[in-house]
């Protein structure tokens, strides 16, 4: 069982940046697969980025690869979202989830944080 809590979501301008934050509780963080997707309004949740149990390996949407930088600190049981050159079309709701799978797949995620709300102001 892994419990998931996002923050850092905001408003900012476009060509800012945010870093979100994901806090993991419960044993298995170390051994999961992380990943963030986000949900723009009135739209399906799509993928962002995954990191796979030790960091070492990386994927990115399309969408937001050479922009956003996920990253994980198993020690502290965090994993984080780098986002940078932000535009208003990144405007969504981020999620945080944990699989045993490396997946971009969102039904193979197991575990959801609640969310953050990421708007980018043109």
């Known amino acids: 069982q892994v419990q998931l809590l996002e923050s850092g979501g905001g408003l900012v301008q476009a060509g800012g940046s945010l870093r979100l934050s994901c806090a993991a509780s419960?044993?298995?963080?170390?051994?999961?697969?992380m990943a963030w997707f986000r949900r723009p309004a009135g739209k399906e949740r799509e993928f962002v980025a995954r990191a796979d149990p030790h960091g070492g390996i990386t994927d990115y949407a399309d969408s937001v690869r050479g922009r956003f930088t996920i990253s994980r600190d198993n020690a502290r049981d965090t994993v984080y979202l780098q986002m940078n050159s932000l535009k208003p079309e990144d405007t969504a709701v981020y999620y945080c989830?944990?699989?045993?799978?490396?997946?971009?797949?969102?039904?193979?995620?197991?575990?959801w944080g609640q969310g953050t709300q990421v708007t980018v102001s043109s």
């Open positions: 419960g044993r298995s963080f170390s051994a999961s697969s």
């Open positions: 989830a944990a699989s045993q799978y490396f997946t971009d797949r969102r039904d193979e995620y197991e575990y």
